[in-house]
């Protein structure tokens, strides 16, 4: 007891065109992230990273600068790679100083066994996106696309996100959230009792049985209307709010 808090947040989606986004994270980073012992970024913290060679970019810089800040002051900082930013690499984790997580990851949280992830990997109802996902996580693929012009992979990732949004709008929203099953063997042959993940932009804890044992799952909210995070000690863990009349 006694012991800072540890942190979570995912699907933040900076982008130059949310500036509000972006000034509640710097608040968020400044003022609140400094409580905890940790900070697990759980993907899509970028509403698109098309390499480590955008870093220069000034929105980019500002951001790596105050991230970089908050692992200066002694706050460990995990990344684990979303959708949007599986890209993410070795020099920006330098530039961050944060921990780079494979997806999913198991930590032991205060004596509870926990599952972080992203989440879209859960997503299995949605076959169109899990055949894109295959694709662009491969090796291969993503060695040729690196090897693109910066302008290029711009580009690209904008047309990709103009594709997604007119995916989506065809799909049910039931295929667009995490499936039971799937949710269920990851708990199981991870052996934990809670799971941390985001992505479907849908915040809730939900409960559920897996071989018997009592779980949860808590969804991480996104920070389009208003950001938000998980705190957890050795209570358990409660999700905070942060809203518009946050930074002054
Ligand atoms: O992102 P979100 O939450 O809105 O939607 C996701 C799924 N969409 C994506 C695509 C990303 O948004 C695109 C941005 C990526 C930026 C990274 C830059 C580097 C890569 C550049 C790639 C060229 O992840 C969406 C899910 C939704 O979550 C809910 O889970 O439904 O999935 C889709 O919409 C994908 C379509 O269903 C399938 C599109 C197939 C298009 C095939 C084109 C082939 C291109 C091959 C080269 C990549
Ligand atoms: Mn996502």
């Not at 780079?100 to 032991?108: F, G, K, T, V, Y």
């Not at 904008?158 to 099953?181: C, F, L, N, T």
């Not at 993940?197 to 779980?215: F, I």
């Amino acid at each position: 007891m006694g012991e800072k808090p540890v942190f979570f947040v995912a699907d933040v989606h900076l982008t130059p065109e949310r500036p509000w986004t972006t000034d509640l994270f710097l608040y968020f980073l400044a003022r609140v992230a400094g409580q905890a012992q940790a900070l697990y970024i759980l993907g899509d913290l970028f509403e698109a990273w098309v390499g480590d060679d955008d870093l220069d970019d000034p929105f980019h810089a500002r951001l790596t600068t105050r991230l970089r800040r908050l692992s200066d002051v002694g706050v460990a900082m995990y990344f684990m790679a979303g959708n949007r930013d599986f890209l993410a690499g070795d020099t920006l984790a330098q530039a961050t100083g944060w921990t780079p997580l494979p997806d999913p990851c198991r930590i032991d949280l205060y004596g509870v066994t926990t599952l972080l992830s992203h989440g879209d990997a859960y997503c299995t109802d949605d076959h169109a996106y899990q055949a894109f996902r295959r694709q662009v996580r491969d090796p291969s693929w993503q060695a040729a696309f690196r090897a693109r012009p910066l302008a290029e992979r711009r580009a690209m990732a904008q047309a990709m996100r103009e594709q997604s949004e007119a995916a989506k709008a065809g799909k049910r929203p039931a295929i667009m959230d995490v499936h039971a099953a799937a949710i269920h063997e990851a708990l199981s042959s991870a052996g934990a009792t809670r799971m941390i993940h985001g992505h479907t932009h849908r915040p809730a804890r939900h409960t559920l049985s897996v071989d018997g044992v009592e779980c949860e799952r808590w969804v991480l909210t996104d920070w389009y209307a208003e950001g938000g995070y998980l705190a957890c000690d050795a209570g358990g863990c409660r999700a905070e709010t942060l809203s518009a009349s946050s930074p002054t």
